[in-house]
T-cell receptor, first 115, second 114 residues
Framework: AQKITQTQPGMFVQEKEAVTLDCTYDTSDPSYGLFWYKQPSSGEMIFLIYQGSYDQQNATEGRYSLNFQKARKSANLVISASQLGDSAMYFCAMSLKTGANNLFFGTGTRLTVIP | KAGVTQTPRYLIKTRGQQVTLSCSPISGHRSVSWYQQTPGQGLQFLFEYFSETQRNKGNFPGRFSGRQFSNSRSEMNVSTLELGDSALYLC?????????????FGEGSRLTVL
């Protein structure tokens, strides 16, 4: 069975500092994708970054990078130079190459950026 | 480019009633997926439609159904509402089916069942 685990219910970070949000996953499928989404209080899920299971390099998108450690089955999100607008819920998700857009989500981490 | 539009944004129903939620995907996107988000169960996949065909279905009872129209707009219906159906229902669209990358989500429809 597929599972995504986010062990940090809440995190605090000082403005302009970097923060790492943890995510571990479990699947026996060799082909999968890993996503991070941000959900502000408005409810919309905002795509941040994607990593494919066969990608050799860690994905980066601006201030976001994904620390992909395949052997440990972890896909941590690193946010550099935190901004007040980064305060939100962050969800890690996994997809399988099954031919459908079915994402398995973790329980989320609430990030609060302190001025 | 307009984003994913979901209507209504908020609604209140009573037990036993039915509800229909609408999702208009980004222009050109043919895949629409639906998710339910609750405090207790988190985000769970409901179903996905691609080119008017249901591609995959999550583990939800038959009271939950959906459809997709030729213009890719999608609706989901919940019949005989229960208190536990209170949730944020999120719709996501993408150009293709098959986990090829980014899903674009709408702001959701928040359903309260009394």
């Amino acid at each position: 069975a597929q599972k995504i685990t986010q062990t940090q219910p809440g995190m605090f970070v000082q403005e302009k500092e970097a923060v790492t949000l943890d995510c571990t996953y479990d699947t026996s499928d060799p082909s999968y994708g890993l996503f991070w989404y941000k959900q502000p209080s408005s409810g919309e899920m905002i795509f941040l970054i994607y990593q494919g299971s066969y990608d050799q390099q860690n994905a980066t998108e601006g201030r976001y990078s994904l620390n992909f450690q395949k052997a440990r089955k972890s896909a941590n999100l690193v946010i550099s130079a935190s901004q007040l607008g980064d305060s939100a819920m962050y969800f890690c998700a996994m997809s399988l190459k099954t031919g459908a857009n079915n994402l398995f989500f973790g329980t989320g981490t609430r990030l609060t950026v302190i001025p | 480019k307009a984003g994913v539009t979901q209507t209504p944004r908020y609604l209140i129903k009573t037990r036993g009633q039915q509800v229909t939620l609408s999702c208009s995907p980004i222009s050109g996107h043919r895949s629409v997926s639906w998710y339910q988000q609750t405090p207790g169960q988190g985000l769970q996949f409901l179903f996905e439609y691609f080119s008017e065909t249901q591609r995959n279905k999550g583990n939800f009872p038959g009271r939950f159904s959906g459809r997709q129209f030729s213009n890719s707009r999608s609706e989901m219906n919940v019949s005989t509402l229960e208190l536990g159906d209170s949730a944020l229902y999120l719709c996501a669209s993408s150009q293709a089916s098959g986990n090829t990358g980014e899903l674009f989500f709408g702001e959701g429809s928040r359903l309260t069942v009394l």
